[in-house]
């Protein structure tokens, strides 16, 4: 489906421009419900404005693209995946004078239902006057997704897809969970406790999880890996979205549930870091009593002498940005390569 514009608007609406244009900028010249007809047209057809549209038609592009965050907007300058990411992103879009629009997904307000949340979610696409949108660990399938794709923006994700028709930059994460399953076998662990993130604010209550509720492709596969490799016990536990606190509130989750098991995995790096400060907290050795091990390799985990998956994060986000602004740069799935990295978090399972 072709991107909306003004003229795609009236020919749906049996109007000329002219009266669309009148709509937006001089509503004295139509009557009350005539316009109230164009603007509820153009908000379910997902036409932007007159002023983005106008400058689509003149130059046939926004000179911006956007990014689809699964988290409030605050994580994009607070988290160290999200930091190193979009540094690399901005690095390729800023040489060619291409904006980045941020665009965090909208909360499900209480009491409200999933097809409202849907609604509440695709709000920002609808809206947005952007030539091309990169959506970061969410389903193909998602609401915003097919929205982007009506409107004739251009997708790039960061998950691995069998669409050869897709674009998109990502890591094999059944292949990393698999590395990390095999490194906690090796070591005689067979009861491993694993730390996602969810919706949920920061540092919510702990609370075991089952396969199905995870919300975030890389996490579900990961978690796919480490079963295939792991021969005993995998429980999901999580304490709010993607923070140390939320770490360190689903492990002492564990702890008060008598759970406690003889490997945590956090499914990022900065998960696996909250459940090193409640471990000590309780004055439990690491990895004596318990083995701990991370995703992604963020600088602090060097510092944290913690075991985990290293992958390329300022490369992922270059080889988007340069997906994102070249429709014909070549190749469009580009699979990066990923390495573990074993450090002082993990060893042998206590017996």
């Given at each position: 489906?072709?991107?909306?514009?003004?003229?795609?608007?009236?020919?749906?609406?049996?109007?000329?421009?002219?009266?669309?244009?009148?709509?937006?900028?001089?509503?004295?010249?139509?009557?009350?419900?005539?316009?109230?007809?164009?603007?509820?047209?153009?908000?379910?057809?997902?036409?932007?404005?007159?002023?983005?549209?106008?400058?689509?038609?003149?130059?046939?592009?926004a000179d911006a693209v956007g990014v689809l965050?699964?988290?409030?907007?605050?994580?994009?300058?607070?988290?160290?995946?999200?930091?190193?990411?979009?540094?690399g992103l901005s690095e390729v879009v800023e040489?060619?004078?291409?904006?980045?629009?941020?665009?965090?997904?909208?909360?499900?307000?209480?009491?409200?239902?999933?097809?409202?949340?849907?609604?509440?979610?695709?709000?920002?696409?609808?809206?947005?006057?952007?030539?091309?949108?990169?959506?970061?660990?969410?389903?193909?399938?998602?609401?915003?997704?097919?929205?982007?794709?009506?409107?004739?923006?251009?997708?790039?994700?960061?998950?691995?897809?069998?669409?050869?028709?897709?674009?998109?930059?990502?890591?094999?994460?059944?292949?990393?969970?698999?590395?990390?399953?095999?490194?906690?076998?090796?070591?005689?662990?067979?009861?491993?406790?694993?730390?996602?993130e969810t919706n949920q604010p920061a540092g919510?209550?702990?609370?075991?999880?089952?396969?199905?509720?995870?919300?975030?492709?890389?996490?579900?596969?990961?978690?796919?890996?480490?079963?295939?490799?792991?021969?005993?016990?995998?429980?999901?536990?999580?304490?709010?979205?993607?923070?140390?606190?939320?770490?360190?509130?689903?492990?002492?989750?564990?702890?008060?549930?008598?759970?406690?098991?003889?490997?945590?995995?956090?499914?990022?790096?900065?998960?696996?870091?909250?459940?090193?400060?409640?471990?000590?907290?309780?004055?439990?050795?690491?990895?004596?009593?318990?083995?701990?091990?991370?995703?992604?390799?963020?600088?602090?985990?060097?510092?944290?002498?913690?075991?985990?998956?290293?992958?390329?994060?300022?490369?992922?986000?270059?080889?988007?940005?340069?997906?994102?602004?070249?429709?014909?740069?070549?190749?469009?799935?580009?699979?990066?390569?990923?390495?573990?990295?074993?450090?002082?978090?993990?060893?042998?399972?206590?017996?």
């Open positions: 489906m072709a991107r909306m514009t003004v003229k795609t608007l009236a020919a749906a609406l049996g109007v000329s421009p002219a009266t669309i244009s009148n709509a937006y900028n001089r509503p004295d010249q139509l009557s009350p419900q005539l316009r109230e007809r164009i603007l509820a047209a153009a908000e379910e057809l997902g036409y932007p404005g007159p002023d983005a549209a106008g400058r689509i038609l003149r130059r046939g592009r965050l699964s988290e409030r907007l605050s994580y994009a300058f607070s988290d160290p995946f999200a930091i190193e990411f979009l540094t040489e060619h004078g291409i904006s980045i629009v941020l665009m965090p997904l909208a909360r499900r307000a209480a009491g409200s239902s999933a097809t409202d949340a849907d609604q509440s979610d695709v709000t920002a696409v609808r809206h947005a006057n952007i030539d091309a949108l990169t959506i970061l660990s969410l389903p193909a399938d998602h609401p915003a997704a097919m929205l982007a794709r009506a409107r004739g923006i251009r997708l790039v994700t960061t998950s691995v897809s069998s669409d050869p028709d897709s674009s998109w930059v990502a890591i094999d994460d059944c292949a990393a969970g698999v590395m990390v399953g095999e490194h906690l076998a090796s070591l005689g662990h067979r009861d491993i406790a694993v730390l996602v919510s209550p702990g609370r075991r999880l089952d396969a199905a509720e995870l919300g975030y492709l890389d996490y579900a596969a990961r978690v796919a890996g480490l079963r295939q490799a792991t021969p005993g016990q995998v429980m999901i536990v999580s304490g709010g979205h993607n923070s140390i606190e939320s770490g360190t509130t689903a492990t002492t989750w564990l702890l008060d549930h008598d759970q406690l098991p003889t490997a945590i995995v956090g499914l990022s790096d900065v998960l696996a870091l909250g459940a090193l400060q409640a471990l000590a907290a309780r004055r439990l050795e690491v990895p004596g009593d318990v083995s701990v091990c991370g995703f992604d390799d963020i600088a602090t985990a060097k510092t944290a002498d913690l075991t985990t998956v290293h992958q390329p994060i300022h490369d992922k986000g270059q080889h988007v940005g340069r997906l994102l602004i070249d429709p014909e740069s070549r190749p469009r799935q580009v699979l990066l390569p990923i390495s573990f990295v074993r450090r002082g978090t993990t060893g042998p399972a206590p017996r």
